[in-house]
């Protein structure tokens, strides 16, 4: 634990001037990230007396190794300077919201020749319309569903498309009149996008230019009695009327507005967005965060509106955004706003009538997510601290581990040998940490040998980053304490971004026994780290062992510190097995052209299109192999070489009606020499306490 003095900038170095500061803890990670008007007020506050600190901002400051501060010459600047960093270094201690689940979008793929409607999710794509996001996938499914009679455009996937265009045959939706079928030619691509630009339209609002065009060409088609028609119409206008009510008009003046409420309280805070466009709700999502630092209302929201608008230009920023609180001050928030949209932005407290009303119902939804996520939230701060503590206190560590590392070995009868590495910090997984392994040195079933290589693995790398930062020397400290002069090295900004294996955590976590437990130690203690903590937990009894004792530490079994290793154990195992799947499926698909050295998918493909399968490959000349565009003759003699050595599989058998399946089927690719078919996953097992 550092103290704040030791780093304390001297009277008269901070400036007095609008701007960004870092702090850094002592592996030169940036932990927080913060603006100020005045960076000599604003940074003066965290080196009062230690007993006059929030708690969070204690833990901060006595973290923290250095601070460092940039200067700008406006607010605004400052603003998306600290957007940037915390986007960039995502720090520790800052308000970071957490989306209590990935909200689903209505997409509309403008980018592509034929535009696809679909449902999407994560990061937004350049050249996509999305509308949203919704509580729901189902709920944009029954929307399209009904859109789609009335706008009957793409909603199949490239490889439905692509099969369609080459057989002439439309999908189903093409046959009853929900798709107009753009793959088989019926409509030419400048139509289809017609269609999707009047879908997105719809989307946006303007529905009552479409119901009276629907409507007048539903009279004019019953007054030249086209009653069919006219009734088709008139399903049309019903199915579009449908998908309107279930958005029910909320503001009356056809207002695009996005309402932020917060519900927070000593620990955590909830926001709740309400998307309001054409006065109708068009989406709802919800964020929770921990408050890592004592922070007022209007600094949540200006987190908030950095997070949803961070990434976001021209119509997506609404020409209005009404909040619980403004931030503090609230007219560099503004411009910023004003620059993402383009044009001017309103941020203000709605004070009266319908606005005030909705603004109510979302501060009910934020005061009920807070409530369910609290409710449903095993890992809820209080639990997460007790846990740690628990965890220290059973294993004699001096303070509470806030990184854990999780080691976990997985294989098939000593085949595809693999290991993870899962990370929890602050008791919650972090998961842009994890790191998976292929076991190197040996082959064959060993959990012991396999921890201890990738324990060395991990930890030599770690080392490796010491090293380079300057951290430590080879040399040993002389009889005044002061280690011998060291090259200097240079911090550059790529120092402070969270990289590979920069980071030690304090406590070690192995799937296993004293075996297990005993190879990590050794893996440390022949790299030289004696700084942290190993334990390994058992499955059989869900035990703790430590490296030096003969009994195991046994936790009771409603221990929050227990519950907290089996979960990490747990991830770890599912993180492991996980990877042993995939790289055990790809094998299964190998075939005798994957061992062919600079032969990629691509020309795979293209030999196989052109033989018809492996088995035509094997008979064919070398002059045949080198009619296949882009196989040279080099490559040819390669492919020769490699499917002499393969031998071919024993033929298939129809158990049926005894007939040998001599012959392979067009356009499939023979399996692993010697390898009979299998038709079924083979039995998984997994080493010795894993």
């Not at 990738?454 to 304490?481: H, M, N, Q, S």
Request: glycine share 8%; charged share 30%.
């Amino acid at each position: 634990m550092a103290d704040p003095s030791s780093y304390r900038p001297k009277p008269g170095q901070i400036p007095d001037s609008p701007g960004v500061y870092r702090f850094r803890d002592e592996h030169r990670r940036v932990i927080y990230v913060g603006k100020a008007k005045s960076l000599r007020q604003r940074l003066a506050n965290y080196f009062q007396d230690l007993a006059g600190l929030h708690p969070r901002t204690r833990t901060m400051v006595t973290t923290a190794a250095s601070v460092e501060w940039t200067v700008v010459s406006t607010e605004v600047e400052a603003l998306q300077l600290e957007y940037s960093w915390i986007k960039e270094y995502d720090p520790r201690f800052n308000v970071k919201y957490r989306d209590d689940k990935s909200y689903p979008y209505l997409a509309v793929t403008m980018n592509e020749e034929f535009p696809r409607v679909q449902v999407m999710r994560g990061h937004k794509k350049k050249g996509v319309r999305y509308f949203g996001p919704y509580a729901h996938a189902w709920a944009i499914r029954d929307t399209v569903d009904l859109l789609l009679r009335v706008f009957p455009v793409r909603t199949c996937s490239a490889g439905v498309f692509k099969n369609a265009a080459r057989t002439g045959r439309p999908c189903l939706l093409g046959y009853i009149g929900k798709c107009s079928a753009p793959c088989v030619g019926r409509i030419p691509a400048e139509e289809h996008r017609d269609l999707a630009e009047d879908f997105c339209d719809f989307m946006t609002g303007r529905t009552g230019t479409y119901l009276r065009r629907l409507e007048k060409q539903m009279m004019e088609a019953a007054e030249e009695m086209e009653y069919e028609r006219a009734a088709r119409l008139r399903d049309d206008i019903e199915a579009l009327k449908k998908a309107m009510e279930k958005n029910a008009v909320v503001l009356a003046d056809a207002t695009d507005a996005d309402l932020v409420a917060v519900a927070e309280d000593e620990l955590e805070a909830a926001v709740q967005i309400f998307h309001v466009r054409g006065g109708r709700v068009r989406g709802q999502r919800g964020w929770v965060t921990d408050k890592v630092e004592e922070i007022t209302t209007g600094a949540l929201v200006e987190h908030a509106l950095q997070q949803l608008y961070g990434e976001e230009t021209g119509d997506a920023v609404p020409k209005e955004v009404l909040v619980p609180a403004l931030p503090e001050p609230v007219g560099p928030v503004q411009e910023w706003l004003t620059a993402r949209r383009g044009s001017n932005v309103s941020l203000r407290i709605p004070q009266r009538g319908d606005k005030r009303a909705l603004m109510e119902t979302v501060e009910r939804n934020a005061q009920q997510a807070l409530v369910l996520h609290k409710t449903k939230r095993a890992s809820d701060l209080t639990t997460r601290s007790r846990a740690l503590e628990e965890i220290a206190d059973a294993l004699d560590l001096d303070s509470a581990p806030l990184r854990i590392e999780c080691y976990d070995v997985s294989h098939l009868q000593g085949d595809d040998v693999v290991a993870s590495m899962v990370v929890f910090e602050d008791g919650l997984a972090r998961k842009s940490e994890y790191r998976r392994f292929q076991i190197r040195g040996f082959e064959g079933q060993d959990d012991v040998r396999s921890l201890h290589e990738v324990i060395t693995r991990r930890f030599r790398r770690y080392l490796v980053e010491k090293e380079r930062t300057g951290e430590w020397t080879d040399g040993e400290p002389g009889a005044d304490g002061a280690l011998p002069d060291a090259p200097v090295h240079t911090l550059t900004e790529d120092d402070a971004r969270p990289k590979r294996f920069a980071y030690p955590p304090q406590l070690v976590v192995v799937d296993g026994g004293r075996p297990q437990v005993a190879a990590a130690r050794r893996a440390l203690d022949d790299l030289g780290i004696d700084d942290i903590a190993v334990c390994g937990l058992a499955k059989r009894l869900e035990e703790v062992w430590l490296p030096d004792d003969d009994d195991p530490v046994v936790l009771p079994r409603t221990s929050e510190g227990l519950y907290l290793l089996q979960r990490v154990r747990d991830e770890a195992h599912r993180f492991a097995i996980t990877y042993q799947r995939t790289k055990r499926a790809k094998r299964f698909r190998s075939g005798p052209l994957d061992d062919v050295p600079g032969l990629g998918e691509t020309r795979k493909q293209a030999l196989i299109k052109h033989f018809g399968s492996v088995k035509k490959l094997r008979s064919a000349t070398l002059d045949q192999i080198c009619e296949v565009p882009g196989i040279g003759r080099r490559t040819a003699e390669t492919i020769v070489a490699a499917l002499t050595r393969a031998v071919p599989a024993a033929p298939a058998v129809n158990t049926a009606t005894g007939e040998i399946m001599d012959e392979e089927e067009p356009g499939t690719t023979a399996g692993s020499p010697g390898e009979p078919a299998t038709t079924g996953a083979p039995h998984e097992r997994r080493g010795q306490e894993t």
